[in-house]
């Protein structure tokens, strides 16, 4: 079978603002309790206007992974959630639609779950990078015909 390669965002809000100190901690422990996880480690991040924490490890599947990145921020007008995690992992399916759905239903389970019971969140949404990017055009095209 072919092996492809998925990339899917993870975004999600949680309720209120973030309190850095106490997300952070919840948040790596969330992370950490995650068995697909390896390594994961964090780090405060801090720019003239913005402070976000990062959180960086390796995927532990059968098929290989490329990369993982989280970042626990507070929301703004561009990026109006708290939560973002980069899943980039190699799927074995017969077919790239299979690939994805299959990663897209192990995200849910393994990521998407734990954050709903550890974290304060209002709403997870997973999807692959053009489905946030699309969500996003059609979120801002909506705001600015309200505006």
């Known amino acids: 079978m072919p092996i492809f390669r998925i990339d899917f965002y993870l975004q999600a ?5 973030v309190q850095f100190k106490e997300d952070s ?12 996880l390896k390594g994961v480690k964090m780090s405060a991040v ?3 206007d913005r402070t976000w924490i990062e959180y960086e490890g390796s995927i532990d599947v059968p098929e290989g992974s490329k990369a993982f990145l989280a970042l626990l921020k507070s929301k703004d007008e ?5 939560i973002f995690l980069r899943i980039d992992i190699n799927k074995e ?3 790239r639609e299979k690939a994805e759905q299959e990663t897209r239903e192990w ?5 998407a779950k734990p954050l709903r019971i550890t ?6 949404y997973v999807g692959t990078p053009i489905e946030v990017i699309r969500t996003k055009k059609a979120n801002t095209k ?6």
């Open 13 to 17: 809000s949680l309720i209120g603002e």
């Open 25 to 36: 901690n919840r948040m790596l422990e969330t992370l950490k309790s995650i068995k697909a």
């Open 46 to 48: 801090e720019s003239s």
């Open 78 to 82: 561009s990026d109006p959630y708290n």
């Open 93 to 95: 399916a017969v077919t």
């Open 107 to 111: 995200i849910e389970e393994t990521f």
């Open 119 to 124: 974290m304060k969140v209002t709403n997870i």
């Open 142 to 147: 909506e705001s600015k015909r309200l505006n």
